[in-house]
């Protein structure tokens, strides 16, 4: 890299030149110097960064050594330094080299190390004893900012645990929580603390983009798998956090939308790690402050199966894991539950079954006033049958209303009476509507206001039942007054009838309330999977309409308020026109539609389907000689009507379908999501205890309700008189502030119960155990087996461009290692055939100093004897007889051996010729000479 980079922006002092010059060989200025110049860097230094990025070992090691060593914090064009290299190309040798050398800033290197996921490199950096446990988290922009290191890479507000969070380094963020290093959550956006007034002054964007990183190193799957007890409710609460703050800062929306929509996937995708049942429900009916889940009973769940997280996904919008195979099997299975096979069977069948329940319903609704614990209170207590009959109650309540309405146009004598007395119907009615009035009451009990008021078709539930209220209350009021005093007469045509009358008011309310009654059906379109998805597209629509709105308001404000200032002048004229031709001063005149604001504005509304005539801006006064045209004035108003007309329908009508559109289509993309996720809010009305008897049966009081009403009030005395008499209670020795820890509550767990096997001790922390798993038990493995899955994915991602660059870099280093291993056997090989030669010459030349006895090989380090010994060495004299004795010795077995050759060949030619001469005469002399030298 840095000899390409190198070669690209020019090593030399000669720069390159420029194009438009002819030849003139004078470099372009850069007048940035964004790189180093490398013309300026020392070629030893060069050498030195270049075996760094090669991989040569030896090269670097002979560069750090010696008499001038080269300085191990220089850097290359790029301005990295020869540690950062290393760490980038994944070497450890080389890393731990420099890891040795005194003075080594290790800088960036510690976050390339985390990038690359090399744990050995990262434990050896941290080890390092410039790296304290501080600078892992929140001390590491402090010690940049004061080093003055800037890098180009990264921000100082990058600290090293918040990168491994970021990457999803599982390994390597655990050895960072293991020394210490931690991450302190950014205060909440309206904080008026001092530090974070003050690095909002300092720095405004720095504080953002602060917060950003640290959200982002809260919100991966590292950071929660490692450091919550509880990593699906910090994946809620963090999502619906980010949500929140998208919203308030709206310069980072899409970032925040991003890592709260990673938070979601993750609360997802452990939801995903369930093997079975129990798991799912440990996991969607954990309490708040209990941790054992009662396991499901035969037969069916368990009447104590509360979905306490299920409700708590519901709250923070958690669609992706509420529409969840898991999560949805489970729902079905206890919302069909006492139904066997009821999914399996067809339409007809389905619809006759239904038929024939809702014609049993008063022999059921009788059997469980009775016996409520009977078989038949336990199926007319399941989440089906209660839909189906509040269902089938509601129907019921649409039926009377339209028979009410028919009733009433075919009785002409209710048009001249004044507060009628209800009829029988009316009364049916009105006792309907007091049982849905108890039903939300008891609704509101239960769950709570806040948990009320945040479903909007409580809203519309709300507003219906007011509106009947009211409308019974007035026509009460009406019949008192008409009936009870003498006053009023009692049959009086409605012309006739004050304007505010109480009836009059509350016919309009109960026709009102009839609107909201058929519009609540939609509600149980939800239930249904093609008509549920076109609901939640309405809804949406309804938004845009809302939004829509605002925006018409403001644009007929602004046509209205123009037209009335322009014909608000001639209301006087005209008036006094008319009344002069009708002869009166009070005529009825028919007044211009633009002469005030309110008819304005009507006139505008109306004219955009066309109900306005467009002559209406004209205004026809009558003068001396006729009609008088204000052309001006008319010309002006037909203008600003024209463009009214054409802003309004060109532009703001098509925006408004536009609009719609767009929220169908984003509905239609994730409709089984959107779906499933309005089913289940639906079902989860359904599923809790209470409101089992549809309207109006919940009226009647049953004896059930009568024990749970006298058993109320008894504890509620017990109560009392406990505290009465004893005013502080000891508390027993195991109720303390302090929770037991998990691990005693886990053996106690795992102790074998009755007809359990005693060898479930012996399962693994995978493995299914006997009786109710703990939630801290299963969360362990879900998170186990997340980690697991998402390291098979990374082995499984194909070969990028980073694998082949650690592979180059191994085969260089490799291809270096071997080059350094020859020359190093080379050397071993001639300095051991130096070492033979020279023992030989020594042998030869200090004969002598073998001992008389002849037991040892006197040879000694060096090429000259060791005059200072004393032995019984041979003398000058008979070491050159020993001399010539060896060499006439050899000289005579090398003749034997060449006559024994001759001999051989004379035999194998079978020639009885003279054998012949073969070696000639030699001196003695120069032989001898010619031996003692080669050896």
């Known amino acids: 890299m840095d000899s390409l980079a190198t070669s690209r922006y020019g090593s030399g002092r000669r720069g390159p030149m420029r194009q438009g010059s002819k030849g003139s060989g004078r470099a372009i200025p850069i007048p940035l110097e964004p790189l180093k110049p490398g013309s300026r860097m020392d070629p030893q230094e060069r050498l030195f960064l270049e075996a760094a990025e090669r991989g040569d070992k030896h090269t670097v090691a002979r560069c750090l050594q010696g008499p001038n060593p080269v300085n191990v914090n220089c850097t290359n064009i790029l301005g990295r330094s020869a540690i950062q290299i290393a760490v980038d190309n994944e070497n450890t040798e080389i890393v731990e080299l420099l890891l040795h050398q005194d003075g080594v800033k290790i800088g960036d290197a510690l976050l390339y190390a985390i990038r690359e996921g090399v744990y050995r490199i990262v434990e050896m950096l941290i080890d390092h004893p410039s790296i304290t446990r501080e600078m892992l988290g929140f001390e590491w922009a402090k010690t940049k900012i004061c080093s003055g290191e800037q890098s180009s890479e990264y921000s100082p507000d990058i600290s090293p645990v918040i990168l491994a969070a970021t990457c999803n380094q599982f390994e390597i963020l655990q050895l960072l929580l293991s020394r210490g290093a931690t991450i302190a959550k950014p205060h909440v956006l309206s904080c008026d603390c001092e530090k974070c007034i003050q690095q909002v002054n300092e720095d405004s964007l720095r504080h953002s983009l602060l917060r950003i990183h640290t959200f982002r190193a809260l919100a991966s799957p590292a950071w929660i798998s490692l450091t919550s007890p509880d990593p699906i409710l910090t994946a809620f609460k963090l999502s619906w956090e980010l949500q929140h703050l998208a919203k308030r800062e709206n310069e980072f929306k899409d970032t925040y939308n991003t890592l709260a929509d990673s938070c979601k996937k993750y609360a997802c995708d452990l939801l995903d790690q369930c093997r079975s049942s129990e798991e799912v429900i440990a996991v969607l009916n954990k309490e708040s402050d209990e941790d054992e889940v009662p396991p499901p009973q035969e037969g069916g769940y368990d009447e104590k199966l509360s979905l306490s997280r299920l409700k708590l996904a519901l709250k923070y919008e958690q669609k992706q894991f509420v529409s969840h195979p898991n999560c949805q099997q489970l729902l079905t299975g206890i919302w069909y539950e006492g139904l066997p096979g ?107 206001c806040k948990a009320y008021i945040r479903q909007w078709w409580n809203w519309m539930d709300f507003i219906m039942l007011s509106l009947y209220l009211c409308s019974f209350s007035l026509r009460m009021v009406s019949w008192y007054q008409v009936h009870m005093t003498d006053a009023e007469p009692k049959e009086l045509n409605r012309k006739d009838w004050p304007e505010y009358d109480p009836t009059l008011i509350s016919e309009g309310l109960f026709a009102i309330a009839n609107v909201f009654s058929f519009a609540r059906i939609i509600f149980l379109f939800q239930a249904n999977p093609h008509l549920g998805p076109l609901q939640i597209s309405l809804g949406c629509m309804l938004i845009d309409i809302a939004k829509f709105l605002f925006i018409f308001f403001l644009v007929v404000i602004s046509f209205a308020c123009g037209l009335n200032q322009l014909y608000f002048y001639f209301n006087r004229t005209l008036k006094l026109e008319r009344a002069a031709r009708d002869n009166t001063t009070c005529a009825a005149t028919k007044e211009n539609p633009f002469l005030s604001l309110g008819t304005t504005l009507v006139t505008l509304f109306w004219s955009l389907f066309g109900l306005t005539n467009k002559n209406e801006v004209r205004m026809n006064l009558m003068g001396s000689d006729g009609v008088v045209k204000v052309f001006f004035t008319e010309g002006i108003g037909e203008t600003l ?23 169908f289509l984003t509905i239609e993309d994730h409709a089984d999501r959107e779906w499933k996720f309005a089913r289940s809010k639906l079902w989860m009305g359904y599923f809790d205890e209470g409101s089992t008897l549809p309207p109006p049966f919940n009226l009647i009081v049953s004896p059930k309700s009568i024990y749970y009403f006298f058993r109320g009030w008894k504890r509620l005395l017990c109560k009392c008189i406990r505290r009465n008499r004893r005013p502080k209670l000891r508390r027993k020795s195991t109720e303390g502030t302090i929770k037991q820890c998990n691990g005693d509550q886990i053996s106690q767990s795992n102790r074998p119960s009755k007809g359990s096997n005693s060898a479930s001790s012996a399962f693994g922390a995978d493995q299914a155990v006997p009786g109710p798993p703990l939630y801290q038990d299963v969360m362990r493995r879900l998170v186990s087996r997340y980690i697991h899955q998402i390291k098979k994915q990374l082995r499984q991602d194909g070969v990028n461009e980073d694998d082949l660059l650690e592979i180059k870099q191994d085969i260089s280093s490799l291809r270096y290692e071997l080059r350094e291993d020859r020359k190093r056997e080379s050397a071993r090989t001639t300095g051991h055939m130096d070492n033979l030669k020279r023992d030989i010459l020594r042998s030869i030349h200090c004969i002598g100093g073998l001992p008389v006895n002849g037991i040892t090989n006197g040879i000694h380090d060096g090429n000259t004897m060791p005059h200072s010994m004393s032995g019984n060495f041979l003398s000058q004299n008979e070491i050159e007889t ?12 090398m003749r034997e051996l060449v006559q024994e050759f001759a001999m051989n060949q004379h035999n194998m030619n079978s020639s009885p010729n003279h054998l012949p001469n073969i070696l000639p005469p030699i001196n003695s002399e120069l032989y001898h000479t010619h031996l003692y030298t080669q050896l």
């Not at 703001?652 to 536009?658: K, P, R, S, V």
């Open 342 to 448: 009821w999914r399996k069977r067809n339409v007809i069948t389905k619809s006759f079954m239904c038929i024939m329940l809702i014609a049993m319903l008063p022999l059921f609704v009788l059997n469980y006033l009775i016996v409520p614990r009977s078989r038949v209170g336990q199926i007319l207590r399941s989440p089906f049958m209660k839909f189906l009959y509040h269902s089938a109650s509601f129907a019921a309540f649409l039926t009377m209303l339209l028979f009410a309405s028919t009733e009433m146009v075919d009785d002409e004598s209710r048009a001249f009476d004044r507060g009628p007395f209800p009829s029988e119907l009316e009364w049916l009615i009105f006792i309907w509507v007091a049982g849905f009035v108890w039903a939300e009451v008891k609704q509101v009990w239960e769950e709570g």
């Open 641 to 663: 009507f024209i463009v009214y007309h054409a802003m309004a329908i060109i532009v703001l009508i098509n925006m408004l379908i536009a609009m719609m559109s767009n929220s």
């Open 882 to 893: 020993l001399k010539n004795e060896i060499v006439t010795s050899l000289r005579v077995e």
